[in-house]
């Protein structure tokens, strides 16, 4: 038995007590024992099953068990004999079975001395979904331990981080109302069972109840019936402890809904610990006291990030003034993937076009329920309200990490600067979920991410995050050099990153071909400055000054492709390079070389990894590279990559709209994806 009580007989009175169905009950005999006894005989009624535990036991063993006959043999007043008790089935009637210990002197027949205890025995047990198959197992095993894996149990449990009603002005955990059934789909259920005589709850009290830690992570609700209609009472959380549970005759099940309140962080692991006690009267002087407590264990399900190779569910523009061209190849994008598309217009939005540095869709699951979470980044620009008013509400939640008054965001607190890997496996670990991507600003730690934006992706275990260099980049996001794209194979991805070395091999290529004079960036409407001019292929390739700075910028990014290839497990085969070249804002003359080299990079022409990927549609920032036969030869090379992985390009015109002010497609524009099919509660972090 899990769960083991003693009790004391007495030799001058009855002594009544509750058993617990499930546990044991060891029976001090010997406390009252005569001191001229020298043995006992021991008999119960038949609903009782009397055990006699030997006492033989050594390190790695435990105390063996047999069963004995209600009209054994004298056994000697030995404390080495010991017995327990169980039942199989709760009383029908208070002290309904019975034990009576018989103590004799010597070898008489007469007893000297008799105590009888009376037991009733009642059924309780405290369950929810430890099976996690979408139901509550009744009287499941370790329901006070919490294990991962396909074969772990324990149950789990969702940040009702989501808004059902729609006049609401906050999330459904915010406060301690329940304003709509929908709301409770979004909840685990939780049954206290209790089942025996009615004298017995009449005179006991039963208690659920939390430690203080856990008050603001959980909210419970408790379905009652009241004047005929279902009532939910907020009975635990926001301060609230512990709930004496009202009992109502013949009642066997109390039904409670338990929501979470809040993500695991690096303040709170994600486990929650619910009691249900059952405690006796209290006398004069003498507190109520605890004769039994079930225990039962949730995890709070983490906010989960959905990779490029997911399926694509709904693409997120936002329309500002110049961009609608822009919009209207995304919508036709969005349509060729099968996508719902929806515009941000300019009046919610501000100006503020960098939706994807806003916000990042993810998921939670438990077994009962799925539904897409934003992430908010703590950026706060034009679009700062647009996540809470405009993405936020029936079975789609907001989580937001807001930074104190006397913190600032840094570039790399906006999402752009967050990406995940599709399912890796590393050095025999499975990673089934991806891995999160983080720009930090190492070496010289300079303006990094904020600690409570990293604080919460690396406590949501199950992704293990993954910190990248960026801090060479102007605006330093880990999507100015790298994506994922999916490919039919084994591996089911791609990484792509962008490469000078490629770019400048391809270009010489050209060059020997005898395309020298083909200008990168023609016929585009002059904007910008000297390094946005029109050059030709021979041009760029004699700029030392420009090779040198890209030799810098591919240092760096086969630094981070030495990281990637360690921590995601990846060959050479996995990895595709994609043309690409960086450069300084400070022209030269006017600075100075070493000037020049350590200032950060921006893309020299827009960045054909800052891509949005929906599916095998790819919408590929346009290049505008030299035109060589009537053709694009940036595009065509990555056409001559990507195509036979079953991929289709879009070039998509973003240089004025996007690219002039330091960001691309993938900034431009935000996907939400189908969850996993994996379930995260199988993996082995």
Not at 98 to 124: F, G, Q, W
Not at 380 to 386: E, Q, V
Request: proline share 6%.
């Amino acid at each position: 038995m899990a769960k083991q009580r003693c009790v004391r007989f007495s030799t001058e009175k009855v002594i009544s007590t509750v058993h617990i169905l499930g546990t044991e009950l060891f029976l001090d005999i010997h406390g009252a024992a005569p001191r001229a006894a020298t043995c006992f005989k021991i008999w119960a009624t038949h609903g009782l099953n009397i055990y006699k535990i030997e006492d033989h036991m050594t390190k790695s063993t435990k105390p063996s068990k047999s069963k004995v006959s209600c009209h054994d043999s004298t056994w000697p007043l030995d404390r080495t004999v010991k017995f327990s008790a169980t039942m199989d089935a709760p009383s029908d009637q208070v002290d309904d079975e019975k034990i009576r210990v018989s103590y004799y002197e010597c070898n008489d027949k007469v007893p000297i001395a008799k105590a009888i205890l009376h037991i009733t025995c009642i059924e309780m047990s405290l369950d929810a979904d430890i099976n996690r198959l979408g139901m509550v197992t009744r009287g499941g095993k370790q329901k006070d331990q919490w294990t991962w894996g396909p074969d772990g149990k324990g149950a789990i449990l969702l940040v009702n981080c989501d808004r059902d009603n729609p006049t609401a002005n906050e999330e459904d955990n915010k406060d301690t109302k329940l304003t709509s059934k929908q709301d409770l789909q979004d909840m685990s259920r939780m049954i206290l069972t209790t089942q025996g005589p009615n004298e017995v709850f009449a005179n006991y009290q039963l208690t659920l109840h939390i430690s203080k830690a856990d008050c603001d992570r959980v909210g419970v609700f408790y379905a009652q019936d009241k004047k005929e209609q279902r009532y939910y009472k907020h009975v635990l959380g926001s301060e609230k402890i512990s709930y004496h549970v009202k009992r109502n005759l013949g009642q066997v099940e109390s039904i409670f809904y338990v929501e979470g309140l809040k993500f695991p962080d690096i303040d709170f692991s994600g486990l929650v610990t619910f009691h249900a006690s059952l405690l006796e009267p209290a006398k004069k002087e003498v507190p109520e006291t605890s004769i039994f407590t079930d225990t039962l264990v949730f995890r709070v399900a983490p906010w989960i990030m959905t990779p490029n190779t997911l399926q694509p569910v709904s693409v997120y523009v936002c329309s500002v003034g110049d961009n609608k061209d822009f919009v209207e190849h995304i919508r036709k994008l969005a349509i060729k993937a099968g996508c719902k598309y929806i515009i941000c217009p300019e009046e919610k939005n501000r100006g503020d076009r960098w939706i994807q540095d806003e916000m990042e869709f993810g998921y939670i699951q438990a077994p009962h329920k799925t539904f897409p979470v934003v992430f908010d980044s703590p950026r706060n620009r034009g679009l700062k309200d647009f996540p809470f008013k405009e993405v936020l509400g029936p079975d789609f939640g907001y989580v937001k990490r807001e930074l104190n008054s006397k913190e600032s965001d840094s570039s790399l607190d906006s999402f752009g600067n967050l990406e995940v890997s599709p399912p890796v496996n590393v050095k025999h670990k499975e990673y089934p979920l991806g891995r999160i991507l983080i720009g930090a600003s190492f070496p010289r730690n300079n303006n990094p991410m904020s600690k409570l934006v990293k604080d919460f992706l690396y406590h949501q275990v199950v992704q293990s995050p993954i910190e990248l260099y960026t801090d060479w980049l102007y605006v330093g996001h880990v999507d100015e050099f790298l994506t994922f794209v999916p490919a039919p194979d084994q591996k089911g991805f791609r990484l792509l990153l962008a490469s000078p070395r490629a770019c400048f091999r391809l270009l010489e290529e050209k060059e020997k071909e005898g395309h020298g004079k083909a200008k990168m960036l023609e016929g585009l409407e002059f904007q910008g400055g000297q390094d946005h001019r029109p050059r030709s292929i021979s041009e760029i390739i004699a700029d030392r000054l420009l090779r040198q700075y890209n030799d810098k910028c591919q240092k760096y990014i086969d630094w981070n492709r030495k990281t990637l290839k360690e921590e995601l497990g990846l060959t050479e085969k996995d990895i595709v390079e994609i043309p690409q070249l960086f450069q300084s804002h400070l022209p030269f003359p006017k600075y100075s070389v070493s000037e020049v080299l350590k200032d950060p990079a921006d893309a020299y022409f827009p960045d054909m990894v800052n891509m949005i990927v929906l599916g095998k549609h790819l919408g590929i920032p346009k290049p505008f590279g030299p035109i060589i036969d009537g053709q694009c030869c940036l595009e065509k090379e990555v056409r001559r990559l990507l195509e036979p992985l079953g991929l289709s390009c879009n070039f998509i015109d973003d240089y004025g709209t996007y690219y002039l002010k330091y960001g691309d497609v993938h900034c431009g524009t935000n996907v939400r994806r189908k969850p996993f099919s994996f379930k995260w509660w199988n993996m082995r972090p």
